[in-house]
């Protein structure tokens, strides 16, 4: 597991335990014109659990699978779905709260980035 994978796996363990445990105050410091309501929170504790339940799966594969492009293939996701985030996260700016706004898009920035660099130096298991 390379170390961009293992801060990863750190920083959405975090996040995970975020949303499950204290979803209220992760609404409130990240988004304006929050109002607690117990299905926003609910929705926080599933897609906690989600993440939780996705990160276990991806450390997994990481772990035990040594087959080149199914590596690769993780890698290419993993920067799309950072990708992706970061683009609904620009679409939606003025929904936002600072500090907190800034933080989120600069690691959705990072972590894209940092998959789209190690997906383009990744070697290849076929053979020419």
């Known amino acids: 597991?390379?170390?961009?994978e293992t801060v990863e796996h750190i920083a959405g363990l975090v996040y995970?335990?975020?949303?499950i445990f204290f979803g209220d105050m992760f609404m409130a410091d990240n988004f304006k014109d929050y109002t607690s309501s117990p299905a926003?929170?609910?929705m926080c504790?599933?897609?906690?659990?989600?993440?939780l339940g996705m990160r276990l799966a991806h450390y997994?594969?990481?772990?035990?699978c040594t087959d080149v492009e199914v590596k690769k293939?993780?890698?290419?996701?993993?920067?799309?779905?950072?990708?992706?985030?970061?683009?609904i996260t620009a679409a939606t700016w003025e929904d936002?709260?600072?500090?907190?706004?800034?933080?989120?898009?600069g690691l959705q920035v990072f972590f894209t980035a940092a998959y789209a660099h190690q997906y383009l130096n990744m070697g290849s298991s076929k053979k020419d």
Do not use: D, R
């Open 1 to 4: 597991m390379t170390l961009i």
């Open 16 to 19: 995970a335990a975020q949303l």
């Open 40 to 42: 926003a929170i609910n």
């Open 45 to 51: 504790k599933y897609s906690g659990l989600f993440i």
């Open 60 to 64: 997994t594969v990481q772990k035990k």
């Open 73 to 87: 293939g993780m890698t290419l996701a993993a920067g799309a779905v950072w990708g992706a985030c970061g683009l």
């Open 96 to 105: 936002g709260k600072e500090p907190n706004l800034y933080v989120n898009f």
